[in-house]
Every structure is written in structure tokens, then in C-alpha cells.
């Protein structure tokens, strides 16, 4: 079994920072990508961010330059800084890891959801 946990939302001002984190753990072989979705009431699931095993970070146009995905291998952990954070970015986040488990099955596996509110 494979578990994700989330940590870091919240309710901010805009222009604001926040920070999420997600954990992988369980049986676990290998990781192959990391990343973060987000879904606005009425809107459909977007990535955010991701960053690939030695490859480099894509992220959504409209985060460009203000959030930041990074990923400690040692921890089976992907963070996303968000700075500048604007109401437009109000939205569940989601974290999303794809992965080999112990049975050799691939698959991605999603965390449980995170709330973050920029609001002044």
C-alpha cells in the first residue's frame, strides 16, 4: 500500500506565501515523477507543477515565476512554494506521484486534498 500525506494549506492575503508538502511512504520501489494539481469549485483539474526523475520542472503559464516545485529524494517528499499567491489561485490542491511498488506495478497515486485560500 501506498500513502500520500499533505500538509501546508491555509488561508492567505493575496500576495502571500504558503508552502505545501506531500509525503510518500509504503512500498515503495521507485519514484518516477512528482507533482501538483489543483481544482477551482466548477473547474476542472489542472497541473500546476511537476518535476520528473533528473529532469527539469514544468510548470502551469500563470505560476510561472511565482511558485516553485522541489522534490527531496531522500524523503519521497515534493514541495511547491507559492509566492504571490492571487485569488485566482484559491483551489483544492493535489498532490500526484507516480511510482513503482513493491509488486513491480506502476501507477499514480493521489493525495487527499488540500485547501488553499487567498482572500484578503
Known amino acids: 500500500q501506498v500513502q500520500l500525506v499533505e500538509s501546508g494549506g491555509g488561508l492567505v492575503q493575496p500576495g502571500g506565501s504558503l508552502r505545501l508538502s506531500c509525503v510518500a511512504s509504503?512500498?515503495?520501489?521507485?519514484?518516477?515523477?512528482m507533482g501538483w494539481y489543483r481544482q477551482a469549485p466548477g473547474q476542472q483539474r489542472e497541473l500546476v507543477a511537476r518535476i520528473i526523475s533528473g529532469g527539469t520542472p514544468t510548470y502551469l503559464n500563470s505560476v510561472q515565476g511565482r511558485f516553485t516545485i522541489s522534490r527531496d529524494y531522500a524523503k519521497n517528499r515534493v514541495n511547491l512554494q507559492m509566492n504571490s499567491l492571487r485569488p485566482e489561485d484559491t483551489a483544492v490542491y493535489y498532490c500526484?506521484?507516480?511510482?513503482?511498488?513493491?509488486?513491480?506495478?506502476?501507477?499514480?497515486?493521489w493525495g487527499q486534498g488540500t485547501q488553499v485560500t487567498v482572500s484578503s
Open positions: 509504503g512500498s515503495i520501489l521507485e519514484i518516477y515523477d
Open positions: 500526484n506521484v507516480g511510482l513503482m511498488d513493491q509488486m513491480k506495478k506502476r501507477q499514480y497515486y
